[in-house]
C-alpha cells in the first residue's frame, strides 16, 4: 500500500468512528420544527445531519464562487 492510501484509510476509518461515537453517545430524542412538520431525531443524528448538511452548502457556495472568479480573470 502507498503512504497515501494508507493514510486515506485512516482518515476515513477516524470519520466514520466519529460518526459512531456522535450517533451513539448522543441517544437523547429531540424535536426538530420544520416550517409545517415537526421531525422526532435523536440528538446524534440531528448534529450528524445538520453537519454534513453545513458542508454541502458551503462546498457549493465556494464553487459557485470560485467559478465565478474565473470567469472574472478571463
Request: net charge neutral; aromatic share 14%.
Amino acid at each position: 500500500m502507498r503512504f497515501f492510501t494508507l493514510i486515506l484509510f485512516f482518515t476515513f476509518t477516524l470519520v466514520a468512528l466519529s460518526a459512531y461515537l456522535l450517533l451513539s453517545l448522543n441517544s437523547e430524542i429531540v424535536l426538530i420544527d420544520l416550517l409545517f412538520t415537526e421531525i422526532q431525531l435523536s440528538l446524534g443524528t440531528a448534529l450528524l445531519s445538520f453537519f454534513i448538511i453545513g458542508f454541502l452548502v458551503t462546498l457549493v457556495l465556494e464553487l459557485i464562487n470560485s467559478f465565478r472568479r474565473n470567469k472574472i480573470k478571463e
